[in-house]
């Protein structure tokens, strides 16, 4: 390969090697790689240029090795070796190579995230294609700037599975959600998992661009109130603060069947107790000996009183019973295998619900149905 084949002439040449002045050798890197990338290559020139290029890639100069990368990001001439050296370089070299080079394997850009700076995931994220592996290491691994990255990538293959982890570990971040739900195509469980948690701008968009019926919306949003309520219940609501706080829930409109049955089915006894004792205006001494009655009609008077819906009493009174039985055991279980075994148990009991009833049961516990609970299911169908 000589100077005139790559149109180099013989003073760019003794600048690119001699000359003490890092502009004058970034000019001529720039030159040269220009060349490079308009004239049809022989093999042998191939290699010619490749050894060029490594030379260059080792210039202490950074304006040097940026000319380089800038013109070379969007080809397949710089050797792999030498691209993946020059990603641990500093910023302004690193990503525009990761951010366009196409010689990076699936293999490469996955070591490059789980290299772990921040920087160099949001450029993998923000390729201009982006196989479904990559995406999900991404989704799974990556700060979350890089998955906001990803999430606005609409080039990227951004699978419903990579989706839902994204969602597990930024569902707390608006901005992850937000350009989640303005991707072009969204799973059906994903549009519903963001309803969840967008603000009412978002809401709105995903209600009107994939069609979701605005009483699934709510109810949607329903659910994850509800949910919240009873975690926090769970973490911090003490026994004496109990009362007032289900007094707010009734001020809310918050106090209804759906929470007081996943209350009942996750072991919280007492809100059950003192929900329907404010429902149906007693003491609360009273509810509970009431729903604690070993007779068949004190649950279900006031059960009635409170204005709960009569197709689910025998859920309740299911959830009560085992609810008893288990606590007659003694058994000495923290709260989570106890609220574990309650629905277990529940779930197991509900002989007499009809298969409408099951399933508005099954959403409502945050269950994942089990072998058990499907077998349930097909007995009642």
């Not at 490059?112 to 989704?139: C, F, M, Y």
């Not at 072009?184 to 209600?207: C, F, G, M, W, Y």
């Amino acid at each position: 390969m000589n100077s005139g084949s790559l149109a180099l002439s013989d003073s760019d040449l003794k600048l690119l090697i001699r000359s003490e002045v890092e502009e004058e050798r970034a000019t001529a890197t720039h030159k040269l790689c220009r060349s490079m990338l308009k004239l049809e290559l022989s093999e042998e020139e191939r290699a010619a240029a490749r050894k060029i290029i490594t030379f260059l890639s080792r210039d202490v100069a950074e304006l040097v090795r940026r000319a380089l990368v800038i013109t070379l990001r969007s080809s397949d001439l710089m050797p792999h070796d030498v691209a993946m050296r020059l990603v641990g370089d500093v910023e302004t070299i690193a990503i525009p190579l990761i951010s366009q080079s196409p010689l990076f394997s699936d293999e490469d850009l996955m070591a490059i995230v789980r290299a772990g700076r921040t920087h160099v995931q949001v450029a993998v994220a923000s390729r201009p294609a982006l196989s479904r592996d990559v995406a999900e290491v991404i989704a799974s691994e990556a700060v979350v700037e890089a998955v906001r990255a990803l999430s606005a990538n609409d080039n990227a293959d951004v699978s419903e599975r990579a989706m839902g982890i994204a969602i597990d570990r930024f569902g707390h971040d608006a901005e992850t959600i937000n350009l989640l739900a303005h991707r072009n195509i969204l799973p059906p469980s994903i549009v519903d998992r963001l309803v969840v948690l967008a603000t009412e701008q978002v809401k709105h968009h995903l209600v009107q661009r994939h069609q979701v019926p605005l009483n699934t919306a709510v109810r949607l949003s329903d659910f994850a109130r509800e949910r919240a309520t009873l975690d926090l219940i769970d973490e911090s609501i003490r026994a004496e603060n109990l009362p007032e706080f289900v007094r707010g829930l009734y001020a809310r409109k918050a106090l209804n069947a759906s929470l007081l049955l996943r209350a009942v089915a996750r072991g919280q006894m007492a809100l059950f107790e003192h929900g329907l004792s404010i429902l149906a205006q007693v003491p609360h001494h009273r509810a509970w000996l009431m729903i604690h009655d070993a007779g068949p009609l004190g649950l279900r008077a006031i059960y009635d009183r409170a204005g709960l819906p009569p197709r689910l009493f025998a859920a309740f009174r299911s959830g009560v019973d085992t609810w008893r039985a288990i606590q007659a055991e003694g058994a000495n279980l923290d709260a989570e295998s106890f609220r574990q075994r309650m629905l277990e148990r529940f779930m197991t009991q509900m002989h007499t619900i009809g298969r409408a009833d099951l399933d508005y049961l099954m959403e409502r516990l945050d269950m994942v149905p089990s072998a058990d609970t499907v077998a349930l299911k097909a007995r009642v169908a």
